[in-house]
């Protein structure tokens, strides 16, 4: 059931037009940056998007602004992810996946109980806090660990539904910001 409802709200996800998705990210980051969460984060750790999700460039070059320190996921293991530090935009050189990474060289990681706030990617959200991630398991095992962290997710609002599958082994999140909520 899960891997049906991924393929369907990834799909939704991908034929938003980069206009759209580029206006419907700002709104979001710009509500978000007016939450307390945000003013009271020292350590906000956040993914590097993939063209078809909420962009978060403006997030990180705000948080650089704002004197923040900026963390992104680097994949460790097989289903192994930890935290590593942002120390500038050039610091980042595109790895894996065709996904933005800090270069080996300017590495410095993170322990998860040392982060304030983690921005959570995901296929969709229901409105208890379950999660459908994208097929991994990376966040359902580093989450439980981020034990002083709030887990945010920025979500179109058609990803935001009533309730989803879930299994013992999900991670939950604290809160969904869509254009609506």
């Known amino acids: 059931m899960k891997k049906i409802l991924r393929k369907e709200f990834l799909t939704k996800r991908a034929a ?30 956040a993914y ?8 978060l460039n403006e997030l990180f070059a705000t948080c650089f ?7 992104i996921p680097l994949i460790v293991g097989k289903g192994e992810m930890r935290a590593v530090e942002v120390p500038n935009l050039d610091s980042l050189e595109i790895g894996a996946f065709k ?6 060289n300017l590495r410095r990681f993170i322990e998860p109980a040392q982060i304030d706030c983690i921005i959570v990617p995901g296929a969709a959200f229901d409105i208890e806090g379950n999660r459908l991630g994208l097929g991994g398991g990376y ?35 604290d809160a969904v910001i869509t254009e609506h909520t």
């Open 139 to 173: 966040y359902d095992r580093f989450l439980p660990q981020a034990v002083n962290a709030k887990k945010i997710a920025l979500a179109f609002d058609f990803q935001l539904v009533k309730k989803l599958p879930t299994e013992d082994h999900d991670a939950k999140i």
């Open 16 to 45: 938003i037009s980069p206009e759209e998705r580029d206006r419907i990210s700002h709104e979001l980051i710009k509500k978000f940056l007016a939450t307390e969460i945000y003013r009271e984060t020292k350590i906000l750790m």
């Open 99 to 104: 996904i933005p990474t800090v270069k080996k």
């Open 65 to 71: 602004s704002d004197k923040k320190i900026l963390a």
């Open 48 to 55: 590097a998007s993939m063209p078809d999700e909420i962009q």
